[in-house]
């Protein structure tokens, strides 16, 4: 099946103050498809997540960014995910006096999605459901006194109530134990089947991809990506680490 073009980085280069963290970065990625990113630490992975989604601390320098053909490396965050896109945070931040149910709520309703009370509450208890999360959680402050598991959880929740067309996970599966990360896993599963959108999964523990169909695994070492392969590439680096690919740069 002809999958259509939903993003395109072209000769991107990003900068945090004067330091340049990537270098002429270029990328496709359709509907529907699985990119994995992994690298050594450091390496800018979370860099690249963070220009796609428009992060103002985080200078594109040089190259371009097109999402749903449209050039948007001018347009603020809150822009692009009004268009589609949306980012798990590696270590999402609490916010006291929003409660994780207002929270999506009012992120559903800047997207122009009103759902009836009723309808929202079914709708959110049944995501929950999926993904392990009791539902006393839904009216307490985002995050305040969550785990680090328990963040990460509310993170995949906010992903399938919003149901974005691209979805960056960041380190989602960071500090997880075994339940906890296939628990993720069978959300991200779940978002896959409930929308054709596109996964691009930043990552250093390949658990959370077994359960997942992977088309395209990058590497990337000081700010380049240095090799694309298939999922074969993920059995790679299990097996024999970054070192290869750090001597070649």
């Not at 590696?90 to 009723?118: C, D, H, V, W, Y």
């Not at 509450?121 to 539902?135: A, P, V, Y």
């Not at 500090?175 to 906890?180: E, F, P, S």
Request: proline residues 2%.
């Amino acid at each position: 099946m002809q999958r259509e073009e939903l993003l395109r980085i072209k000769n991107l280069s990003v900068s945090i103050g004067d330091v340049e963290i990537l270098h002429d970065i270029n990328l496709v990625i359709n509907t529907g498809e699985t990119h994995v990113l992994m690298g050594p630490n450091g390496a800018g992975k979370s860099t690249l997540g963070y220009a796609m989604i428009g992060n103002p601390l985080y200078q594109v320098t040089s190259g371009e960014i097109w999402f749903k053909g449209q050039r948007i490396d001018d347009l603020p965050c809150y822009k692009r995910a009004l268009e589609g896109m949306f980012l798990s945070f590696q270590n999402p931040i609490e916010i006291p006096g929003i409660t994780l149910s207002s929270f999506i709520r009012s992120a559903l309703e800047q997207r122009g999605i009103k759902l009836r009370l009723m309808q929202y509450k079914k709708e959110l208890k049944n995501t929950m459901d999926i993904l392990n999360i009791d539902e006393s959680y839904a009216d307490r402050d985002l995050n305040k006194g969550f785990s680090g598991g328990e963040k990460k959880k509310a993170e995949v929740l906010q992903m399938l109530m919003l149901n974005p067309s691209f979805a960056i996970l960041d380190e989602t599966d960071s500090g997880l134990d075994v339940d906890a990360t296939k628990t993720v896993s069978l959300g991200i599963e779940e978002y896959r089947k409930k929308n054709d959108g596109s996964l691009f999964i930043i990552t250093h523990n390949t658990k959370i991809l077994q359960a997942l169909s992977v088309d395209y695994t990058h590497i990337m070492v000081d700010g380049s990506l240095v090799k694309t392969s298939d999922a074969s590439l993920i059995d790679d680096i299990n097996a024999n680490g970054f070192a290869q690919y750090e001597k070649d740069q």
